[in-house]
Every structure is written in C-alpha cells, then in structure tokens.
C-alpha cells in the first residue's frame, strides 16, 4: 500500500513545552497520532509571527516546514501573502490531503492549493470577534470574518471539534461533507499522579477577558468564607498585560491576592502537575467552543465547573463529571465551589467519570484514527472543486 502523505496547516507550538492555545494543541497532538500510524508522513505547514523560515525534521516521519509570515496587515489583505507561502510550501510537499486547523487563512491556503483539503472549525470566530474588547483586534476580527465567509462557503469537507459546532454549523454547511473529531490530550494527563492539595483550585486557559476571570475571582472571594483554605491557582500566558494588571488590582481590592497564584505559562508537563494538585477545575467563559483544558481536567480524574455557554455542556454532564453555571453568576459558581470542596466523596465520583469519558472520547491515537477515515473517505470520493 502507497503511504499516504498528510500535511497540516495551522497554529504549532514553536517549543513543544510552550503550548500557546488550543489549536497549537491540537495540531501538536494530531500529527505525533498520525505520525504513529505505519504508512504515513506527516507534514506540518506554519506560517506565524517570530519563527524563523525552517525545515525541522521532529520523527523520520513528521517534519515541521515554518514558511514566515506578512506582519503588517495581513488580515485587512485577507492573508493574501501568507497564503501564497503556505501554497508553494504545499507545492513542494505534493501532500495526498491538506488538513486546514482554523476556517481563515489556512483554509484558504489549502483550498488554494488545488491539494484534496478537509478543514477543521476550531471556533466560532464571529463571536470571539464580537467579544473582543480592544478596538485594534475587533477591526482585524472584522477582515478574519469575511475570510472566515469565503472559507465556510469554498469547503468541501469539514471536521468539527465539538458536536456543538456540528449543530450549530450543519445547516450552513450542507453542502460539504462533515465528520466530528474531538480534540486529542497528551497522554500526560491520562498518567498524571499525585497528591490533592485540599482546597486548591485550578483555572488552565489565556489569561483573557473572554475568559470570566472577573467572575472567577468575585466567586473565590465568596467561596472563602466558607472554605477559608481554598486557593486559586491561574495557570496560563497573559497577551494582555493592561487586563492582568486590572486582575491584580481586582484580587488587591478583594482581599484575596494572598489566596491568588498567577503562574503563567506552564509545560504539558508541569500543567499536568497542577491538575493533580487541584481538587477541581474551573472554566466559566463567556464564550466557548471546545476547551481544551476542561479536556485535560477530565483525562487527570478532576471535577470541572464549567459556564454554561457554547461547547462547555458537550463536555460536562451536570452532577454527573461536574457542574454548570451561568456566566456572569458568582455566587451560585462559589456555592458550586464549595460543594465540591466539602465533599470528598463527590469529587472522587465526578473525577472518576470525568476520567472514563476522556478515556472514551479524547486518545491522541483515537483522534489520529478518525482523522485518518475521514481522510481515506475524502480521497475516495469524486473531486468536487470548491
């Protein structure tokens, strides 16, 4: 049998340890999973600011092609520039099947390329556009909409990350063929032990307004008075230094920055550690798609508290691996804090589920696989130009 030569666009950690976001996640995951399977060389295409223009070999099999980027006004040219290096990349590849990681640019780029293509929707970007607070980001969310436009109406195949993209997408994309496939998570998580620190709680995820961290904090400082040894732990990098300084400034005015751990940007590795530090995990966003850390808290055995909005409920069945609430509530997330941190029974029953559906849904190699029979499928059907 010919061996199937795969190549992934999209966002890719330039050090494995400094994981930036889901999508670097993913694609990180998702090519060591492929590049496992016997038959297959797998080819990663990236075009981000500050890496330099490289050919790195990772695995005799896997090999990471870093094409530069257009700094200045790429979204308002619609990635035009960017586009071009990711298709003469591809070009050189000659890649069976190209599998864009986001509905823009690299999207686009692959359906450029004339190259078979199926595109993974990793987000709802019109409304993480609507969200953003900073006027400079909402006018490049603007131009990355209508790439986002052009993208949903060229392709031709679709993964979903979530079923909630799937149900919130489906009707829009009729006309393409679609396949969920759900995020993978590091075996790290799966093996991490340790020992519980009581009362600690443990936030994974950018340090951005999206994330309800206003909410989170205003919870904890609730929460205290009943659970005096709780302590937060805020795990993640920051791209907005004006908001962590508000944060600050807000754990100062609640009198709890004694209680606040800011720990940056940590290492699958070390992440994994927190998880197993944590008596649960907290994400209560104002918008989601498929969050990858409640992922990773459900694979290390953890109890999530999730906001009920977007694709959190695909993920945490209420009482059963967690609970959900409203965004926006502080006082009903800190009762729901404090219940899980008063009963030790519930948290190891909630872990232990959570543990059984990460198990079931979110393998790298069950990933790997269901990419691969989505990608088998496409490159059986006839050719549709799109």
């Not at 993920?315 to 409203?326: A, H, I, K, M, S």
């Not at 219940?339 to 190891?348: N, P, S, V, Y």
Request: hydrophobic share 45%; charged share 25%; aromatic share 6%.
């Amino acid at each position: 049998m010919a061996r199937m030569r795969i190549a992934i666009l999209g966002l890719f950690p330039t050090d494995p340890g400094r994981i930036v976001g889901g999508v670097e996640a993913t694609t990180l995951r998702l090519s060591e999973g492929l590049s496992r399977v016997p038959g297959t060389d797998v080819h990663v295409v990236v075009s981000a600011p500050g890496r330099p223009v490289e050919t790195v070999s990772l695995a005799p099999n896997r090999t990471v092609h870093s094409v530069g980027t257009f700094d200045h006004f790429g979204n308002v040219l619609l990635a035009f520039p960017d586009r071009r290096r990711m298709v003469r990349a591809l070009r050189r590849i000659e890649p069976d099947i190209v599998h864009a990681h986001s509905a823009d640019r690299h999207a686009l780029a692959a359906f450029d390329s004339g190259f078979p293509a199926v595109m993974s929707i990793h987000g709802v970007i019109e409304e993480e556009t609507r969200l953003e607070r900073r006027p400079v980001e909402r006018i490049r969310g603007l131009f990355r909409n209508r790439m986002v436009d052009s993208a949903l109406r060229r392709a031709r195949n679709v993964i979903y990350v979530s079923p909630y993209l799937k149900d919130l997408y489906d009707a829009k994309l009729a006309h393409a063929r679609r396949w969920v496939v759900e995020n993978p998570v590091a075996p790290v998580f799966f093996e991490t032990k340790g020992e519980e620190e009581p009362g600690r709680v443990l936030f994974a995820g950018l340090i951005i307004p999206r994330k309800g961290l206003r909410n989170l904090l205003e919870a904890v400082a609730i929460a205290r008075r009943e659970a005096p040894e709780l302590r937060l732990a805020l795990a993640g990098a920051s791209t907005d230094p004006s908001y962590m300084k508000e944060l600050r400034g807000r754990s100062d005015a609640l009198r709890i920055s004694d209680r606040v751990l800011f720990l940056g940007g940590l290492s699958p590795e070390k992440l994994a550690e927190e998880c197993a530090r944590a008596a649960l995990v907290v994400l209560v966003s104002r918008q989601e798609t498929s969050p990858v850390s409640i992922q990773e808290a459900m694979a290390a055995g953890k109890p999530v508290i999730g906001s009920d909005v977007g694709g959190i409920p695909y993920l945490v069945r209420e009482g059963e691996t967690g609970f959900l609430v409203p965004y926006g509530e502080p006082v009903l997330l800190a009762r729901r804090i404090v219940k899980i941190l008063r009963d030790a029974g519930l948290r190891r029953r909630m872990g232990s589920e959570a543990r059984k559906e990460a198990e079931r849904r979110f393998s790298v190699m069950g990933a790997a696989r269901a990419a691969l029979e989505a990608y088998h499928e496409i490159l059986s059907a006839p050719r549709v130009s799109g």
